[in-house]
């Protein structure tokens, strides 16, 4: 087994949950003016895996979250975090080590401000999920509805068939993400999940039969200005994490 440079990182949390991805290409220049020299933007490895062209890489990444469980290292109970949640990340290479990995640079949730990344703003996050299962299948009909106290709202309403599931699972902490805020801030997860794949634009691959994404929120007019292109979708109907970090971090101020 190679080395791992994560393997002497403390653990500091623990989630249990769900998540729904959505990968968009969006401007080039609003991702640059999120990310710090040395960081640019570089494609995510299991992403490229999809089979996507050079011209529809996602350089940004919108992540619905819903925690059913949240705990620190001891198994205690973090109640300031925020079950429900919106992320944005940028798959990002550090061009001076060669890391890779995603750079987290905004947040809305009715959690802890301004949260570990130092990025989160407040906003009141509703999710609806209605499941239908029988002998022909499973269809789900979803919902995220995200309003900052800033202004304006990001809205995402889906009806999809359930697709092939997959069990993934990291056997030890692999997945960076830094803090475009300070990038000195680094949590390392390791993940063990069930994904399905409900849009693959590479692969004609289509299991949603309605879909409803706008974004008003002024935070991010320049990435959803109506020249982005949304090429996946991925699901994780349950989504289980570790987290290191080679410091302690608080989730609150």
């Known amino acids: 087994m190679t080395s791992n440079p994560y393997d002497q990182y403390p653990l500091v949390d623990t989630a249990i949950g769900t ?29 490229s895996a999809m089979g996507l062209g050079e011209q529809d890489q996602p350089n940004l990444l919108l992540i619905f979250h819903h925690l059913l469980i949240d705990q620190d290292a001891h198994g205690r109970a973090l109640t300031t975090s925020g079950f429900r949640f919106v992320i944005l990340n940028i798959p990002v290479a550090n061009s001076d080590t060669g890391e890779q990995g995603m750079m987290h640079v905004r947040m809305f949730t009715g959690g802890a401000i301004p949260g570990r990344y130092r990025d989160a703003l407040p906003a009141q996050v509703r999710h609806e999920y209605h499941l239908v299962e029988d002998s022909d299948g499973s269809s789900i009909r979803e919902g995220f509805h995200v309003h900052p106290e800033a202004g304006g709202a990001l809205e995402l309403q889906l009806t999809y ?3 092939q599931l997959v069990r993934q699972m990291a056997d030890r902490p692999n997945f960076p993400l830094w803090a475009a805020a300070d990038p000195h801030i680094l949590r390392v997860y390791q993940e063990e999940s069930v994904l399905e794949i409900l849009r693959n634009d590479a692969a ?40 290191f970090s080679p410091e302690i971090e608080q989730a609150a101020n």
């Open 19 to 47: 998540r729904l991805l959505l990968a968009f290409v969006v401007s080039p220049h609003a991702v640059e003016q999120r990310l710090r020299p040395p960081w640019r933007f570089a494609p995510l490895p299991s992403i």
């Open 161 to 163: 068939q359930r697709g």
């Open 204 to 243: 004609g691959l289509n299991l949603t039969q309605e879909l409803t994404f706008r974004s008003t929120v002024p935070d991010l007019a320049d990435l959803f200005d109506g020249s982005e292109r949304l090429v996946a979708i991925l699901n994780y109907p349950y989504h289980a994490r570790k987290v």
